[in-house]
Structure formats: structure tokens, C-alpha cells
């Protein structure tokens, strides 16, 4: 498979169904704010930037193209996660350089979730999807529930079975006012048998009537309320106030939890680029909540020509090795030109870069990838790593401390 984009076009699929796994990971909005930015960024720069190749190369764009046209980086980071995980594009290597060639025009949810993802690169816009109130399922209908409880008497059972079935709206029966429950009456007491009888007609008042019952055949017992002696119900209450004393001061710092503290999430993605004209090493910062961050980089003795920078403040230093350090609160990016053409020689470049957390928080490094070494070094996380062409992703979470 190439990449041009005339071929592509005449061969290309108008729609193509996927599963809503793959609409989920990008766009549901249960998922964090920066990956839901990150997927409208990267869809407009990706048709963006093939609206203007294929009209001057007839081609599609590499992730170097792909990421000049972002506003804030990061698309080998973002590739990562849209290759592993969703089937929107199908990624061609020539010569060491990505492209991303999408499976088709306009992209639909099986499962009715989501709205379509339409990609124009006619006009340079995409349509992104988004998640509708009610899944759409035009080519099943929908079911009429049976309730679960039959009527329990004769009449309604007739009625039942006469009448037609109706589907119940949800929304009318939660509006469907609501009765207080009953409340139970307290009954008097049945008082021991006596043998005056109080009788009234309605019109004459009450007169007191004395019977007398020689034999009575076993009155019923009154009902009397169970009482305890006031020992026992001093003794329980002390046993119970104990157990409760020795429960607290046995597990009573357990008990008692601190408030859940927000945790703060800064995304890093490093990569190489490689051309015939250039070569330069890339780190991007993905910072949407604006923590302070302050982290520096070690790279070989005598590997850069020049660096660049954008969003922070950056200071280089040169001794044994090449130290780049960047201040910033919030996106950035660097750029290191390395010295000489590495489209020939693709050694990895080894890394160490060092994660100083700010006063008041705790840090923690979370790289997705395996054969990386993660320590701690005077209250600072170093990550070490070989950087290939294939990249590096990583996030550092903060934490403030209680």
C-alpha cells in the first residue's frame, strides 16, 4: 500500500462500520479532557494538512506534517494510542517516515452511539462524532417491555388480557405524582376484663351496667410488653459502650480518611525525526490543568547543532553531556537539531531526565512502554531510556500532599 492520494481516492471505501470501542477511546467524554482535545486537534490538522498535499504531491501527510499543523504537539503520543487501539487509518512506513492512511471517507458506530466521523479533504474539515441521548437502532425495533408483576385479581386480569399492549414512556411515569406511604396506627392496649360494661343507644346517654360472672370460661390474658429489669439494661448498655470505646481505639485512625486530594496529569511524548534534509530529537509537554513543571534532560556529549523551544523557559548547559532544562505551566515543546544525518546510522540515543516535583505535592511516573528505569534521586523521579524512532510516551501525576 502507497500513499498517494489518487490512488487512494479511486479505491478508498465511502463508509465503513467500526465497533463503538473505537468512537469511545477518542471521543466519549467520560474519558479526560485532554484526550478529547487531543482528538479534535488532530483530526483538524490531519485534513488540514492532506487538503494541501494532495492538491501539491498527491499524497498523503507524515506525523511530522501532521504535527507542524497541531497547535500543541504530541501526535506520536496520540498515534500511539490511535493505532493500538482503534481502526480509523492503517499507518505505511517508506523509508523510516509514518503516514496515516484512513480506511475510508466516513466512519459510523455499529453500535448507534456515537454520531458519524466524516473527514472532507475537499474543503479541509472534519465532521467529529459526538454521543447521542439514546443509542439509534433504526434496523431493530425496539421491544415493549412486559411487567414483571401480574395483576392479582380477577378484574385486572381481564382487563389485561383485553386490552392492547402499550409501551410505557419513562420520563411520563417519573412524573407521575408520588403518594405518601401509609402510616401504620398505633393500637391501645387490650386492658384486663372487667365486669362493668358501658352500653348507649343513640338518642339516651350511657348507663353503667354491673354483670356479674360467677364462672368466667378463661378471660384471654392481657398482652403485656416485655420489660427488662433495669440490671440487665444497665449491664448491656455498659458491654455495648465498651465494645464501641475498644472498636474506636483500636481502629479509629483507619476509620477517620483524609479527603480524597485531585490529582493533576502532565503528558510527555518523545520522538526522532529523520530526514535527507534534517534530524532532530522532539520532546512535547501536555499540560491542560497548568501545574507547574520543571524537568531537564541529559543527552550525549556533542549531540545538538542547535535547539529550539515554545511555551516555557529553557536553559542549556554543556560538560559531559548536553543539559536541557525547561520551565513551564502549561503546553511546550523541544526541539534538539542533532548533528549529522541519522538517516543512515539509527543507534538509539540513550536519555535521563529528571522530574523535580513542586513544594506541597507528591509525583509519580507512569510510562507506557517496557525496559524503562524509573528512580529517585534527591527528591527528584529520573527516567532513563534509549529513544528510537519509535518514540516514547509517559505521564507524570501530581498529587497534593495532605
Do not use: C
Not at 425496539?142 to 411487567?147: F, H, R
Not at 386480569?157 to 405524582?177: G, R, S, T, V, W
Amino acid at each position: 500500500m502507497d500513499v498517494s492520494f489518487s490512488a487512494w481516492r479511486h479505491s478508498r471505501e465511502e463508509s465503513l462500520q467500526l465497533k463503538g470501542d473505537s468512537f469511545s477511546f477518542l471521543f466519549d467524554r467520560r474519558y479526560t479532557n485532554r484526550l478529547n482535545r487531543m482528538s479534535r486537534v488532530f483530526f483538524e490538522a490531519y485534513v488540514v494538512a492532506t487538503k494541501e498535499l494532495a492538491a501539491q504531491e498527491d499524497r498523503f501527510p507524515s506525523l511530522s506534517e501532521i504535527d507542524a499543523k497541531m497547535e500543541s504537539g504530541a501526535v506520536y503520543a496520540f498515534k500511539d494510542r490511535l493505532m493500538k487501539n482503534t481502526e480509523f487509518f492503517e499507518e505505511v512506513k517508506i523509508s523510516g517516515v509514518s503516514y496515516l492512511v484512513p480506511r475510508a471517507l466516513k466512519f459510523v458506530d455499529v453500535s448507534g452511539t456515537y454520531t458519524d466521523l466524516v473527514l472532507n479533504f475537499e474543503e479541509g474539515i472534519v465532521v467529529l462524532p459526538t454521543r447521542r441521548k439514546t443509542p439509534s437502532l433504526p434496523d431493530s425495533p425496539m421491544p415493549i417491555e412486559e411487567d414483571e408483576q401480574e395483576p392479582k385479581t380477577a378484574h385486572v386480569d381481564e382487563i389485561a388480557n383485553n386490552a392492547p399492549a402499550i409501551a410505557i414512556d419513562q420520563d411520563a411515569e417519573a412524573k407521575l405524582p408520588s403518594y405518601p406511604l401509609h402510616t401504620p396506627e398505633a393500637f391501645e392496649e387490650i386492658s384486663p376484663a372487667t365486669d362493668t360494661v358501658e352500653t348507649a343507644s343513640p338518642s339516651e346517654p350511657a348507663e353503667k351496667i354491673v354483670v356479674n360472672t360467677r364462672e368466667p370460661e378463661k378471660p384471654p390474658l392481657p398482652k403485656k410488653k416485655m420489660a427488662m429489669p433495669p440490671k440487665t439494661v444497665t449491664l448491656l448498655g455498659a458491654a455495648i459502650l465498651l465494645a464501641l470505646l475498644a472498636v474506636v481505639s483500636i481502629y479509629g485512625p483507619s476509620l477517620v480518611q483524609a479527603p480524597v486530594q485531585p490529582t493533576f496529569l502532565v503528558s510527555y511524548s518523545a520522538y526522532l525525526s529523520n530526514s535527507s534534509n534534517e534530524s532532530y530529537l522532539g520532546l512535547n509537554i501536555t499540560n491542560p490543568q497548568g501545574m507547574a513543571n520543571d524537568m531537564e534532560m541529559s543527552l550525549p556529549q556533542n549531540i545538538d547543532q542547535s535547539i529550539s523551544a515554545r511555551g516555557g523557559i529553557v536553559t542549556i548547559s554543556h560538560g559531559e553531556n548536553t543539559l536541557v532544562r525547561m520551565n513551564s505551566t502549561g503546553d511546550a515543546s523541544v526541539k534538539i537539531y542533532l548533528q549529522g544525518n541519522r538517516t543512515t546510522s539509527r543507534a538509539p540515543i540513550p536519555i535521563d531526565i529528571s522530574f523535580y516535583t513542586p513544594e506541597g505535592f507528591d509525583t509519580k511516573l507512569q510510562v507506557n512502554g517496557k525496559d524503562y528505569l524509573v528512580t529517585r534521586k534527591n527528591e527528584a523521579l529520573v527516567l532513563m531510556f534509549n529513544l528510537t524512532e519509535e518514540g516514547v510516551s509517559f505521564e507524570q501525576s501530581y498529587t497534593r500532599k495532605n
